[in-house]
Every structure is written in structure tokens, then in C-alpha cells.
């Protein structure tokens, strides 16, 4: 069996091993591999394992061996897998597997915002405490995050965690979602409602036709000023240009990002200039734990393809 890994590098870039994939078959990994090179790489494939390549069907047709597709990623937007399917081709994803990481940087998100541990890191170092007359300053209001309201879009997995965790810290906590559940401590409101009331806005929806630019401006005119936006679920999720407009204007807080709707961005991407928009490249996934994880789910799943009962099927 021929397998080929188009994109090692996110996932892989050194610091874990590929040795598990050798005894499946004759495996071969490639850092990055561009949309021209694909074809090529992959023709005599019986597997392949994406992240970012896009798999679209005049692709398929150069693929003849292709018997399966190992995604590392829960999104699975990369491939057609309606037309996939139609080809006897199982498409297999990574669930869950980022759970405790992007729960994590929400939270990072948020004491950066009320804590302001970096500013005053800077200060120290600038020499203000040295000359300072008192035994302690501080350069701009900090906060307790106990009695803040957070509003959670999204109860899958990790906005299940991410409520958890706010249960801990005290906050109130609101959640939007089409499939609420009787849990205790949880208020399920309607979108506008969490909007309206909430301090920190967290999005943890998947990317599809109902989701795509759910954060747009009259969305975000429903915010307090005071607000604080999280996304580090799909960058489409966010109105882009809207959002920098409500920053630059002042109609809410801030914004905290990991996702942008192209990645990389453009130079002129809108938010990499708007005022109070903390950006990070895409990271929520990115701890060695996380990465580990993902590979022992992605072995997994190949083993249980070969063995004949293939899971974490998404088509």
C-alpha cells in the first residue's frame, strides 16, 4: 500500500515522530506540497493524508489508486466528500482531538484582556517600578473575571469545556446553540440575547452556510461597548471588515483572534491595522500534546480503514 502525507509540516514540523505510519506500507512525507505538485506526489497513491491541500474533483480524476483520505483536521472542507463517496473513497477526520488547547487560549485571551500581565511585564522591564514612589502602580484598570458574563456560540466539545472552565472562574454563563442541554449553571438564550448581555463573545461553531459571516455588523451592533469578541473557531465565521470597523469606531472593546478568513493574510487584511485586535497565527492547535494527540488519532484512524471498519467517517 502507497501512502503519502501532502502536508507534514503543520502537523509534523520535527519535533514527533512519523515512524508508527512505516508498518502500514510504503509511506512518504512532504513538508508542504503546493497545488501543482499534488497530482504528481499522490497519482500512484492508495492513501493520502491532507490538511490545507485542496482535493477537488479534476484531482480525483488523476488519482485512480485512491482508496482513502486521513485529514489532519475536523474540517473536512478541503474535499468534495459527496463526490469522494460517489468514488468508494472514505474520507476520515480528526474530532475533538484540539478540545483542551482551544478552551485553553480562549482563556489566555481573556486575562490578557483583564489582567494585563504583558503590559505590565514590559513596564517592569522599562524600568516604571524602579522609579516609581509607591510599592506598586498599574498602567490601566484590571478585572475580575468572577461575575463577568460569557457568551458561548457553539456547545460541541469545546464549548462545553470552555463553560466549564468559566463555571470556575465565576462568570455567568450563556450559550447559543440549535441542541440545548439541561446542564446546570448554563443558560440557553437566543443569539441576539447572548449578544446583548454578554461581555466576552466566544465563537465555537463549525464554518457552513448558516455560520459564514454570522458576526457581521449588525451583530456586532448588538454588543455592549464593552465587549470583547473570541474566534477561534473558522475566520469566516467573522465579518472581517465589519469588525475592524466596529474596533476602529469603539463600538466594542476588542477582539481577540486566531483564525482570519485567508491564511496566511494578505498584508491589507483589515484587522491586522484595527485598533484593539489581538491576532494570533492560527495556534489554538499547535501544543505538543495537541499534535501528539492528533497523530495517534490519525494512525487510528488509518488502522481501522485498513482493518475494515474505518472510523470518524465524514462522508
Not at 7 to 28: E, H, I, M, Q, R
Not at 48 to 68: F, Q, R, T, V, W
Amino acid at each position: 500500500m502507497k501512502i503519502v502525507n501532502l502536508d507534514g509540516c503543520s502537523t509534523n514540523p520535527g519535533d514527533l515522530s512519523w515512524d508508527a505510519f512505516n508498518k502500514y506500507g510504503d509511506f512518504t512525507v512532504y513538508e508542504r506540497t503546493a497545488p501543482e505538485q499534488i497530482v504528481e506526489r499522490a497519482k500512484d497513491a492508495d492513501v493520502i493524508i491532507i490538511n490545507k491541500s485542496i482535493i477537488n474533483n479534476e484531482i480525483l480524476d488523476e488519482l485512480p489508486n485512491l482508496k482513502y483520505v486521513g485529514l489532519q483536521s475536523t474540517g473536512y472542507n478541503v474535499i468534495d466528500t459527496v463526490e469522494a463517496r460517489k468514488r468508494g473513497i472514505t474520507v476520515s477526520n480528526i474530532p475533538a482531538y484540539s478540545t483542551n488547547e482551544v478552551a485553553q487560549m480562549v482563556f489566555a485571551y481573556i486575562l490578557h484582556i483583564t489582567s494585563k500581565v504583558a503590559m505590565h511585564d514590559e513596564a517592569v522591564h522599562n524600568g516604571e517600578w524602579c522609579s516609581c514612589p509607591d510599592f506598586c502602580f498599574w498602567k490601566a484598570p484590571l478585572e475580575e473575571m468572577n461575575g463577568k458574563t460569557i457568551g458561548i456560540i457553539g456547545y460541541g466539545s469545546i464549548g462545553r469545556r470552555v463553560a466549564r472552565i468559566a463555571g470556575a472562574f465565576g462568570m455567568r454563563i450563556l450559550v447559543n446553540t440549535p441542541h440545548p442541554a439541561d446542564d446546570e449553571g448554563i443558560e440557553f438564550v437566543t443569539l441576539e440575547t447572548l449578544l446583548k448581555q454578554s461581555d466576552f463573545v466566544t465563537c465555537h461553531c463549525p464554518l457552513n452556510s448558516d455560520t459564514e459571516k454570522l458576526i457581521n455588523a449588525d451583530r456586532l451592533n448588538l454588543m455592549k461597548k464593552t465587549t470583547v469578541l473570541i474566534n477561534t473557531s473558522r475566520g469566516p465565521v467573522v465579518d472581517e471588515p465589519a469588525l475592524a470597523e466596529a474596533l476602529n469606531s469603539g463600538r466594542i472593546r476588542a477582539a481577540c483572534v486566531d483564525v482570519l478568513s485567508v491564511e496566511p493574510p494578505s498584508e491589507d487584511n483589515p484587522l491586522l491595522h484595527a485598533k484593539n485586535c489581538v491576532i494570533t497565527p492560527h495556534i489554538s492547535w499547535a501544543a505538543t500534546e495537541t499534535r501528539a494527540r492528533l497523530l495517534t488519532i490519525l494512525e487510528a484512524n488509518l488502522k481501522a480503514f485498513i482493518d475494515g471498519h474505518p472510523q470518524n467517517v465524514v462522508n
